[in-house]
């Protein structure tokens, strides 16, 4: 009995001892001992619940404009979301291990990946080598998405334009498993000015129903109208301008074709400059193109019709028909032709006009000042023609200027332009799949 006895004490000590030994063990475990204990799982694969599915949730998302591009129609963007799951293998006993939270190296567990829909290419990275990991499993880490999304912004008002552009993102998810992402809420970052436009919106939306839900934040551009107005359109309202006042040089002496001409020649050569700057051709046009195309033909009209009034000015027809001549009357221009041939020695002698046998002379003298005369009241005759056509032509010219212009006014403030579709790729994606769905359920 005795024996018993010491035997069940001794028994006791030593369990006693091996206790105590395992909590001494445990308790001189620090968090990094922790954190390679957890490591040491190498669980790289996505946490399996029983519904196949694993709950992301986004308690922030942080978005920033970074640059668009005109002419190709893109939006370059910077995302920065807070990501939150649970993964109960990553838990722990806080009685066992006092500690509620360690920092484990990012690359050493599953960590899902955000993607954007309707992108053309996308870099995501971590913002930090480092994540946290809670005692009951949760997981929270960065990341930094930069994003290149194809968006048709409505230019049809360039340089006056704004629209919406969605940015849509979603985490992977195939028949039901995979990852729900549930997103709280999107900011905008401080600064939100960038080159000619500038973000005055973002908002996080959904679409879908609650089986189908999609996210997207929604940012709205606007253009900085300042700097296009004055590198486009002030520049060929301004040429406009010299032309309308180029109607105040002569017809005659070739300057103001000269300077239409040189005037036609800088539009064309602004317009080469500007070619690769102006935005491009998509679902809506900009009328910024039509702007530049109607004051190309307002300057080429113009020209066109300062040349012909030169003629018009200088032999009183728009056309030089071969033969032709001045309106001079017939009978003067043939006596004209006689001075001009047989007396002009007498012409150049003058002073001897009241010599005996000199009476001819006089008269050959008379009939070629009647006949300049006459040749001077024609050619005044072409130039007032041709400066009443000119005055018709300028108030035509402004008349149809300023019609244009209240044309273009109506086009840049009440004009209702053509809506862009900017969900074509959901449309896309849905057809996709219900053309697969149902080549696959036929038998």
């Given at each position: 009995m005795l024996r018993c006895m010491v035997k069940g004490v001794f028994l006791l000590i030593i369990a006693i001892a091996v206790i105590s030994a395992f909590g001494h063990a445990s308790s001189n475990c620090t968090r990094r001992c922790l954190a390679e204990k957890l490591m040491a799982k190498s669980y790289m694969s996505q946490p399996q619940a029983d519904n196949c599915k694993q709950i992301i949730r986004v308690p922030w998302i942080s978005y920033k404009t970074l640059s668009v591009n005109t002419v190709t129609r893109r939006l370059y963007s910077r995302l920065q979301a807070t990501m939150i799951w649970t993964d109960p293998q990553l838990g722990w006993d806080k009685s066992e291990y006092p500690y509620d939270a360690v920092v484990l190296p990012v690359n050493k567990i599953w960590t899902p990946e955000l993607r954007v829909t309707n992108a053309v290419r996308t870099t995501t990275v971590h913002a930090s080598r480092d994540l946290l990991v809670c005692s009951n499993g949760s997981v929270k880490h960065q990341v930094i998405i930069n994003t290149e999304v194809a968006c048709d912004i409505n230019m049809f008002k360039y340089p006056f334009a704004s629209d919406e552009c969605p940015v849509a993102i979603q985490a992977w998810e195939e028949n039901g498993c995979g990852m729900s992402l549930k997103l709280a809420h999107a900011r905008p970052t401080a600064e939100e000015d960038n080159g000619d436009w500038r973000t005055t919106d973002t908002r996080l939306l959904y679409q879908g129903d609650e089986t189908d839900e999609k996210s997207y934040i929604m940012v709205s551009l606007s253009t900085k109208a300042t700097n296009p107005f004055i590198t486009l359109i002030?520049?060929?309202?301004?040429i406009i301008l010299a032309d309308i006042v180029s109607f105040a040089l002569p017809l005659g002496g070739?300057?103001?074709?000269?300077?239409?001409?040189?005037?036609?020649?800088?539009?064309?050569?602004?317009?080469?400059?500007?070619?690769?700057?102006?935005?491009?051709?998509?679902?809506?046009?900009?009328?910024?193109?039509?702007?530049?195309?109607?004051c190309l033909i307002f300057l080429v009209l113009s020209m066109l019709a300062s040349l012909l009034l030169t003629r018009v000015s200088k032999d009183g027809s728009l056309f030089a028909l071969p033969g032709s001549k001045t309106s001079v009357p017939e009978h003067m221009d043939q006596k004209q032709e006689a001075v001009d041939e047989e007396s002009k020695p007498q012409i150049i002698e003058v002073t001897e006009l009241n010599a005996p046998g000199e009476s001819g002379v006089l008269e050959k003298v008379v009939i070629f000042l009647e006949a300049q005369a006459t040749r001077d009241r024609v050619s005044d005759q072409h130039q007032n023609i041709a400066n009443k056509m000119d005055k018709i032509?300028?108030?035509?010219?402004?008349?149809?200027?300023?019609?244009?212009l209240s044309c273009m006014l109506y086009m840049f403030t009440g004009y209702k332009e053509c809506q862009s579709n900017h969900f074509e790729f959901w449309e896309d994606d849905d057809n996709t799949a219900s053309q697969m769905t149902s080549q696959t359920t036929k038998p």
């Open positions: 002030l520049p060929s309202l301004l070739g300057e103001r074709n000269s300077f239409k001409v040189t005037l036609v020649l800088s539009f064309v050569m602004f317009l080469i400059i500007l070619k690769d700057l102006l935005p491009g051709d998509g679902k809506c046009s900009p009328v910024i193109r039509v702007h530049f195309c109607t032509c300028l108030c035509v010219y402004l008349c149809l200027f300023a019609i244009y």
